[in-house]
Every structure is written in structure tokens, then in C-alpha cells.
């Protein structure tokens, strides 16, 4: 890079800063470009592909072979912290709608437009995709795990949609117990755990778990309901980290709970679908650690060469989020006509193929970004758009859907 585009670098940096208004809280903007880019940067580096004797690409992951994997999957796994800049976010938002007038209703309803654009953006174009990647020779199997790698993500963007519905239950809870309105949630996952694995759990039918999907997720969501109310402060931050922590700690060392927050392949146990009561501990940590870095990451972010990174990421957020997987596939399905391309279509099971793979992580952030140039019209309002285009783009959607629901 020469000296002039470090320049140009510069000055792009100075008119963000400039543009950005006083009263604008960087490390919430900070905090949730942090947790965003943590989800790519997992799913890159703890997923891996292996390629068959026919050519076809399938999932593998790098933690059923590299126990050392699992401490990197608690940095990583950083959901806790986007449900709880999230929560403190929406009760944010919906005072200023109602400020303005604005029914509830109203509100939730744009709310779930911007999350809802990028999906069906995404979801149509694989169904498209799908038919002339198979009639140009792409195998079968590569096509349905590169549907996984896709839908992967995405569930999180229905979860982050039912409990943002569910804004206005959390600010009255929030109202009349602060930030022990989370504790609840909390138990009620402790008490399905309980029941999945104490001693009568093959009496415990699998639907049980389940049930853990609202209080997982709803956890820290709550907790930033709190937040950005001002009924949770430091001393509940500290409450949280040194509880969190220790918690933690007790459910891997006493409790035998998996190491990894991540599904491992051939595992009979995981944490992450639905939530056990390991991730709600490492949320807890992770949220207390960020209500205490607030003012310091704020003061951080005062520096325009790192806050320009931050607004970048959180004007491209569900494209980064929807994306991702694509740009991965889009270096690793072409390389599979080559053979087994270390860290891209090798087996993971090795330390070389971490620094492989290393190495491939800024080619899969290019071809993300040079996709985002292209999709990222999916996250503005689709004012404009024909109604027969919209209607077209729900039927793609939903047709990848149907496609994608058989082959997970």
C-alpha cells in the first residue's frame, strides 16, 4: 500500500469522524461490530470442508480432531454480547418511535423488515444459484452442504426476531426488577439441564430441550433491556463476570459439560442447539465484561482509524451476517477440481491445516467484501422494487427453504 492510499485512507477516516454525531455511543456500535465479526471469523476458522474421491465437497469441523479448538470457540461464540447490545438498542429505539408517536406495532414491524430484506435477498439468490451450479457439473452433495453452510447462520436471525417481538414484555419486566429480570431465564435453563442429563434423563423426552431456546437466547437480550434502561450498572457487570466465570468453570471441571460452544460432529452432547446452560454462563461473563469496558472502548473509539472500521461493519451488518458462508463457498467449491487443497478442501486434523487456513481468511474477507459491493441493496428499503419483483423474491425464498429444510 502506497503512501497515497494511506492518505486516502486517512482522510475517509477524518470525514467519518466528522460525520458522526456527538451524542452517538461508540462502544455500543463498537460492541456489536465486535460480536459480528466474531460469527464469520468462527464459523471460517471452526468449520472446514473435505472433499470425496468424487469431487464433492462435505462439512467437517476441525474440533473432532483438535481438542485445542474448543478454548478458541468461548471468544468466538460472543451471541451473549450481540442479544445484549441488541436488547439495549431496541428499548433505545422503540422510546424514540413512541416519542414520535409511533405505535408498538408499528415499530416491531420495521424492525423485523431489516432483518427479514437480507434473508429473502439471500435465500432467493441460492435459488437461483442452486439449478446453474448443478447443470454446470457441481455435484449433488456439494450443492446440499453448501445449503447448510448457508441456512447455519440464518437461524439465528428467526431467534433474534422472536425475542426482539417480545421488547415490550422485557422493558415491563425491566421496570419492576432491573436486572434480575434475567435471573428467571437463567433458572429456567438450569432446571432443563437438569432434567436433560441428571439421572433420570432417559426418562426425559428430546423435545425437552427446547424449551431452551427462548430463555437461551432471551438471557442477555433482557439483560441489555436493563441496560439501556439504566437499571443495570457495574456493580451488576461484576456480579455477572465473577459469576458467569465461575459458573463456567464449575459446569466444565465438576459437571463434565463439552468444552466446545460450538456442535461438534459425532458428539452426543452440544451446547449451542439448543443453548445449555454453559453458554448462558459464558454470556453472563462475556456481559459483564462489556457493561465494564463500556467508557473504555468509547474512549477507544475516538481515534477516527478505529472508528471507521466500526461503522463500516455495522452499515453492512446482515450482509456480512447473510454473506459470509457464500464467500467462503465461492473460494472453496471452484478449488475442488484441483484435489484437496490444504486449509481449504483438506482434511481438518492437523496443525497445518490451522495454518492453512489462516492463510486462506483473507481471501474468504475479499470475496466477502466483493459480494457485499453487490448485495448489500438487500438491507435498504426495497422502496422502488415492483411488486411482482418482491413476490418473485419471496417465492425463490421460500422454494431454497423448502430445499434446504430436507437436506439439513
Known sequence: MTSDDLGRLRRAALRVDARTPAHRDRALD??????????????????GLTRSDDGALHNASPLSHLGFFAPVSWVLQMLGVFFLVGGHASVLSLRRATERGDSTAAWLRGRLAR???????????????????????????????????????????GVYAGVTALTPYSVRA???????????????VAVVDLLRYGPWASAVPDWLALVNLLPGWLFAYQLGVAWGMGRFGRRGAWLLLCGGAALFAVLLLVFHYPASMVGVPGEARTNSHPPSLLVLALASAQCGAAVLL?????????????????????????????????????????????GSVPGLTGAPDS??????????????????????????????????????????????????????????
Open 30 to 47: 463498537g460492541l456489536r461490530a465486535l460480536a459480528l465479526m466474531a460469527v464469520p471469523t468462527g464459523h471460517w476458522l471452526l468449520g
Open 115 to 157: 432483518l427479514g430484506r437480507p434473508v429473502v435477498g439471500v435465500t432467493a439468490v441460492w435459488a437461483l444459484l442452486l439449478p446453474l451450479l448443478h447443470a454446470s457439473g457441481v455435484p449433488g452433495a456439494t450443492l446440499r452442504t453448501g445449503a447448510v453452510l448457508v441456512v447455519q447462520p440464518l437461524w439465528f436471525v
Open 294 to 338: 463500556r467508557q473504555r472502548l468509547g474512549r477507544w473509539l475516538r481515534r477516527p482509524a478505529l472508528w471507521a472500521p466500526v461503522v463500516a461493519v455495522n452499515l453492512s451488518a446482515m450482509t456480512i451476517f447473510c454473506w459470509h458462508q457464500s464467500a467462503m463457498l465461492a473460494v472453496a467449491v471452484p478449488s475442488a477440481a484441483f
Open 174 to 188: 425491566a421496570r419492576r426488577l432491573g436486572g434480575w429480570a434475567a435471573a428467571p431465564l437463567l433458572g429456567a
Open 351 to 408: 496443525l497445518g491445516w490451522v495454518a492453512a487456513r489462516l492463510c486462506w481468511l483473507p481471501l474468504f474477507a475479499a470475496a466477502l467484501l466483493g459480494i457485499g459491493r453487490l448485495t448489500r441493496r438487500f438491507e435498504t428499503p426495497w422502496t422502488g422494487v415492483p411488486r411482482a419483483v418482491r413476490t418473485a423474491a419471496g417465492a425463490l425464498a421460500a422454494c431454497f427453504a423448502v430445499y434446504a429444510l430436507a437436506v439439513v
